[in-house]
Structures are given as C-alpha cells and as structure tokens.
C-alpha cells in the first residue's frame, strides 16, 4: 500500500491503545456502591436486556461482599466482562439511572460490574456455580460468539453434556475479535471463556459446520442444536475501484488490530471509513491510534440518522476525526493503490421500512477526497446458504426466524439466538438470547421425556 504512515514506537502504541476507562480500586469501588439508593422500581433492571439485579451486586459490593456480587451478576449474563467493558451503558443502566432525573451523576454500573466480575476472574472459577448432574443428554452449538457461550453455559449448569463448533482457531467470536482493543483486550475475552469452560463446556475450533461436519451429523449426534452464528458476511458497497490496494473490510480491518501485533497493521495517512455506526467509528479510533494523520467517516444520511452513539461520535471528535455527512461514494481511483475516492452529494427523502430517511444523489455534486486507504464499515449481513438444507429452518429478511418467548425454529430441534436473528444488536442481546435459548431447549427436551 502506498503511502504508509510511519510506524511508531512500541510504547506509543501501547500508550495509544490503552483502555479508555480506567478500574475501580477497591475503596473507590466501596464508595460509588454505596450512592446506590437502591431503588424499589430499579429502572436500571429494566434497561438492562439480561435484567441484571443490579442495586443487589452493587450492595453486595458496599459491604465486602464481591465474589457474591459477582455471582448475583452471573445468574443473568455469562458475558458479564466484556458487557461491563463494552455496553452502551449510557443508553442502557446507567441511563435510567434516577440520579439523572436529579440532575447528578449516574452510578457508574459498568465500572461496578467490571470490579465484581474482575475480582472473581482473578480469584479463580472452579467450583463457584453449582452444576446438575448429567441428563445423559447432549446439545450441539454452532459459533462460540456471545450467544453461543451463554447458551452453553446456562445449560451446563442444567446437567446437559455441551459442544460448541466453532470455525476459527481461537474462540470468542465478536468479543474476541469485533471489538476495538481499547475497549475491552482479547486476554478479556478468553478469561470469560475459560470461566465457561470451567462450567463443563466443551469447545472444538477451526471447525466449521457445512465443511468439516455437516448440519445433518449435528443434528443426528445431539438431542437439539442452538445456531449462534452472528451474521458473518460483509455487506460491502460494489463500486468502480473497490480492489484497488489500499481498501479493506471493517471487520478484517479491527480482526487485525485485536491481533495486538500493532507494528505489523499497515495504516494509511489519510484514511476514509464508509458508513457510520459504532463499528465504523471503531475502525476511525483505531486508524488514528495507529497513527494514520487524517480519518474521515462519511456518511451518505445526517447526523441525526447516525447509527453510532453518543459515546462512540463524542470519542471520536475527541480523537480528531472528521465527518462528512449526505455524502457517498461513487468510484475509488489510483493506479494500482487507491488514491483518491469521488463522492456525491446526497439529499434526504422519505422515511425508508427501517424508520430512516431515504437518501439520494443530487445530480452534478460530484467532489474529491484524497485518500490512501479506504475502509467499508456497512455493517454485516446473515450468511444462509448453510442453512438451506435444513428442514423448516427459514430466514426473512436475511434473520433466522425463531419462536420469541423459546428462540425455537419451526424446526423443533434447532434453537438460534443472536446477531443471526436481530440482525445485529449489541452484546448485552446476545447474552439474553443464548441463555434464554437455553431454557427454551431445555423446556422442549423436557416435555419430550415426559
């Protein structure tokens, strides 16, 4: 790739990449619980998707307690680090929290979180969750990602004999690699799995299901099979130029980032990335942490129809990203790298079937950007061909439909929970469908013994 940034230190790096959010030590950790008022209606509870009992870890934190605390936050979410590290806790707990009604600071329920569940992680699992005996029956789970891991969790606990399939050769799925390292490190992710695998979970990589097994010898080898499979497949714009050197994928992009090795991660001086959601402004914030001199997101709707949140936009002025909105590309241009992109204008239309406004080109606006590298971040979409010959499995809309309340398929055996289902939500969804999918499995093999 032409035109790569100088390379700095290793010091520079580690200092470019450190967490953004410090711990809490363990007498601030004492004093942030006990503003707790513990509200009787808990509107955190409620904001919460795993509906963490949240006033009762914090309370439990206040007084000495945390092993406990950390427990109490188990009982409703398996992925409890990289949630505390990683939720948009300001439009979630910590947004309902009624302090903010008091014009006063919010209790800081993630960093809370995270001290619990830190204490515990370090302080060894074995022997800290009560498992049932064996059933004598098994489950199959394709994707080790965060539905995955909290369906086999929840039902190892029920005494089930678990295997997760997982085709990369480390586990972990968007929490090991999708998530920009100043967030929350790849070491983070493989303690919760290590506290999973604690559990009994049994997990088999580099094997992916439709290549190394078929869906049909899952099906005959386990009493039922939960699908948490994300969505996987990029959803890139074709455009004139797009395989030119120098234009990558978001999501190949961070993979290479959560590898750590930041030296070996080729960064461009000026850096374009296509879209705006909170994986586009990961991909900006690592660019600049990498050293790249100018990140720019464009965005081809408003500023009001960001999909990234307030946090994500606010850390990202902060880091001197630019922003150009009602704007899209049309061609990227260079010899053999990219050197440039041509953009057009865009003006807003009518409200679209997802609630946003259409957006569309205004004829003659077409303007340059000089860039060397460019990255598309437009979000992901749902593989299915795997799941073709699967009898009564159906995907709309590119989502695998399932049963709401028990996250079956109309396929009675199979389960799904997950990206592959919403479409893609945040981590926190994810955790509360594999461990409601698994009461939904467990229910179903239930009444089939009856």
């Given at each position: 790739?032409?035109?790569?940034?100088?390379?700095?230190?290793?010091?520079?790096?580690?200092?470019?990449?450190?967490?953004?959010?410090?711990?809490?030590?363990?007498?601030?950790?004492?004093?942030?619980?006990?503003?707790?008022?513990?509200?009787?209606?808990?509107?955190?509870?409620?904001?919460?998707?795993?509906?963490?009992?949240?006033?009762?870890?914090?309370?439990?934190?206040?007084?000495?307690?945390?092993?406990?605390?950390?427990?109490?936050?188990?009982?409703?979410?398996?992925?409890?680090?990289?949630?505390?590290?990683?939720?948009?806790?300001?439009?979630?707990?910590?947004?309902?929290?009624?302090?903010?009604?008091?014009?006063?600071?919010?209790?800081?329920?993630?960093?809370?979180q995270?001290?619990?569940?830190?204490?515990?992680?370090?302080?060894?699992?074995?022997?800290?969750?009560?498992?049932?005996?064996?059933?004598?029956?098994?489950v199959?789970i394709?994707?080790?990602?965060?539905?995955?891991?909290?369906?086999?969790?929840?039902?190892?606990?029920?005494?089930?004999?678990?295997?997760?399939?997982?085709?990369?050769?480390?586990?972990?799925?968007?929490?090991?690699?999708?998530?920009?390292?100043?967030?929350?490190?790849?070491?983070?992710?493989?303690?919760?799995?290590?506290?999973?695998?604690?559990?009994?979970?049994?997990?088999?990589?580099?094997?992916?299901?439709?290549?190394s097994?078929?869906?049909?010898?899952?099906?005959?080898?386990?009493?039922?099979?939960?699908?948490?499979?994300?969505?996987?497949?990029?959803?890139?714009?074709?455009?004139?130029?797009?395989?030119?050197?120098?234009?990558?994928?978001?999501?190949?992009?961070?993979?290479?980032?959560?590898?750590?090795?930041?030296?070996?991660?080729?960064?461009?001086?000026?850096?374009?990335?296509?879209?705006?959601?909170?994986?586009?402004?990961?991909?900006?914030?690592?660019?600049?942490?990498?050293?790249?001199?100018?990140?720019?997101?464009?965005?081809?709707?408003?500023?009001k129809?960001?999909?990234?949140?307030?946090?994500?936009?606010?850390?990202?002025?902060?880091?001197?990203?630019?922003?150009?909105?009602?704007?899209?590309?049309?061609e990227?241009?260079?010899?053999?790298?990219v050197?440039?992109?041509?953009?057009?204008?865009?003006?807003?239309?009518?409200?679209?079937?997802?609630?946003?406004?259409?957006?569309?080109?205004?004829?003659?606006?077409?303007?340059?950007?000089?860039?060397?590298?460019?990255?598309?971040?437009?979000?992901?979409?749902?593989?299915?061909?795997?799941?073709?010959?699967?009898?009564?499995?159906?995907?709309?809309?590119?989502?695998?439909?399932?049963?709401?309340?028990?996250?079956?398929?109309?396929?009675?055996?199979?389960?799904?929970g997950?990206?592959?289902?919403?479409?893609?939500?945040?981590?926190?969804?994810?955790?509360?469908?594999?461990?409601?999918?698994?009461?939904?499995?467990?229910n179903?093999?239930?009444?089939?013994?009856?």
């Amino acid at each position: 790739m032409k035109n790569i940034t100088q390379k700095l230190s290793d010091s520079e790096y580690e200092k470019n990449f450190e967490e953004l959010i410090n711990p809490f030590s363990d007498n601030s950790a004492v004093i942030e619980a006990t503003r707790c008022l513990y509200c009787f209606d808990s509107p955190c509870i409620k904001a919460c998707p795993t509906h963490i009992d949240i006033p009762t870890f914090i309370k439990k934190i206040s007084t000495g307690n945390i092993i406990g605390s950390a427990k109490t936050i188990y009982n409703s979410n398996w992925i409890a680090l990289t949630c505390a590290k990683a939720c948009p806790v300001d439009d979630l707990c910590e947004g309902a929290c009624v302090f903010i009604e008091k014009g006063e600071k919010p209790i800081e329920i993630g960093r809370l979180q995270r001290y619990a569940v830190e204490y515990l992680l370090d302080k060894g699992t074995k022997n800290l969750f009560n498992t049932k005996l064996s059933n004598g029956k098994s489950v199959g789970i394709i994707g080790s990602g965060p539905a995955g891991l909290a369906c086999g969790a929840e039902l190892a606990l029920l005494g089930y004999d678990v295997q997760i399939y997982e085709s990369d050769e480390i586990p972990g799925g968007l929490n090991t690699w999708g998530i920009a390292p100043y967030k929350i490190s790849r070491a983070d992710s493989l303690k919760e799995i290590e506290l999973i695998k604690n559990l009994g979970v049994s997990i088999q990589t580099s094997i992916t299901v439709g290549k190394s097994i078929s869906f049909d010898e899952l099906i005959n080898k386990h009493d039922s099979v939960f699908i948490g499979i994300g969505l996987g497949e990029n959803a890139n714009m074709i455009i004139p130029g797009d395989k030119l050197t120098g234009v990558f994928d978001a999501v190949d992009f961070i993979r290479e980032v959560k590898k750590e090795n930041w030296s070996s991660v080729d960064i461009g001086k000026r850096v374009a990335i296509i879209g705006a959601g909170n994986t586009a402004i990961d991909v900006a914030t690592n660019a600049v942490r990498l050293g790249a001199e100018e990140v720019t997101v464009i965005y081809r709707r408003s500023i009001k129809e960001m999909p990234a949140n307030d946090f994500e936009f606010e850390l990202a002025k902060n880091d001197g990203i630019k922003f150009q909105f009602l704007s899209s590309p049309v061609e990227l241009y260079g010899t053999s790298s990219v050197e440039g992109m041509r953009c057009v204008k865009m003006e807003l239309g009518d409200v679209d079937k997802k609630g946003r406004r259409r957006s569309t080109p205004i004829p003659n606006s077409e303007f340059d950007v000089k860039v060397d590298m460019v990255v598309f971040a437009l979000g992901q979409k749902f593989n299915s061909e795997f799941l073709q010959s699967i009898q009564d499995v159906k995907v709309v809309d590119g989502k695998i439909e399932v049963n709401p309340e028990s996250f079956q398929t109309a396929n009675q055996k199979v389960f799904a929970g997950g990206d592959c289902i919403n479409g893609g939500k945040e981590v926190v969804n994810a955790a509360y469908d594999g461990k409601q999918a698994a009461h939904g499995i467990n229910n179903y093999l239930s009444n089939l013994e009856i």
